[in-house]
């Protein structure tokens, strides 16, 4: 493994090395470590604008007389491409990005570059925030609004038609991460970020996926939010 990467990572999420938190063998009663959560605030910056999902308007597909006759009503609005973007509070004007792909970038740059296991690291690696999506702001920490994406999409018969998409330029995050301090340091945590910006990405078209959206960089206004012992 690498020098740089084991030495930022407790040995349990290698493959070839045990749990720091399983028990020793013992003659006397079964002891198991106290399990320590470690809470941070990671602060991102996009370094590419982010996409969310896109919205391609199915009668743009067929000539009027091939139309199906099952067309939605939806398809006919032309606001329906912000309805793709993961809203927070529609009255606020606040978007966020899923928690859950939050997470997966941090596994994925982990297992692929990191040599960690990637099983272990989703179980000790957690983002919660009540929505389940994390804002994303700008650099003041106001709400960042998308503007209105248009790319060629192939549908239906092979006939091209406009893809509407949500695109957040000029974005930051605040990502609220909580860790298992016993297998996880806070070091490998912010390399993961690292390592998961520049490689992994968030949203469609990220490098991950053979793009180049939705990169990011780690900024300078993280907040240690403490630990709790269970």
């Known amino acids: 493994q690498s020098d740089h990467c084991r030495g930022s990572l407790p040995g349990s999420l290698y493959p070839d090395q045990r749990s720091s938190m399983a028990a020793k063998k013992t003659t006397g009663p079964l002891e198991i470590p106290p399990i320590v959560m470690r809470s941070l605030e990671v ?22 007389e091939e139309r199906p006759t099952t067309t939605v009503k939806s398809a006919r609005d032309p606001e329906e491409w912000i309805k793709r973007a993961h809203v927070i509070d529609a009255d606020a004007g606040q978007y966020g990005m899923p928690a859950s792909g939050i997470k997966k970038s941090l596994v994925v740059a982990g297992g692929r570059f990191a040599d960690a296991v ?52 000029d974005w930051e995050a605040r990502v609220p991460v909580t860790f298992l301090k016993n297998e996880v340091s806070e070091e490998f945590i912010f390399m993961l970020f690292r390592l998961a910006g520049i490689t992994v990405g968030w949203g469609p078209w990220r490098p991950e996926r053979g793009g180049v959206f939705g990169t990011f960089k780690l900024g300078d206004k993280h907040r240690d939010l403490g630990e709790e012992r269970l």
């Open 43 to 64: 602060h991102v910056v996009g370094t590419m604008p982010l996409l969310q999902n896109a919205w391609v308007n199915p009668e743009a597909a067929f000539p009027d």
């Open 118 to 169: 990637q099983a272990k690291l989703r179980g000790a690696i957690h983002i919660h925030t009540p929505t389940g999506l994390v804002p994303l702001v700008t650099a003041a920490g106001n709400p960042v609004s998308p503007f209105r994406r248009v790319d060629m999409a192939v549908v239906g018969r092979g006939q091209a038609c406009p893809a509407r998409r949500p695109q957040f330029d």
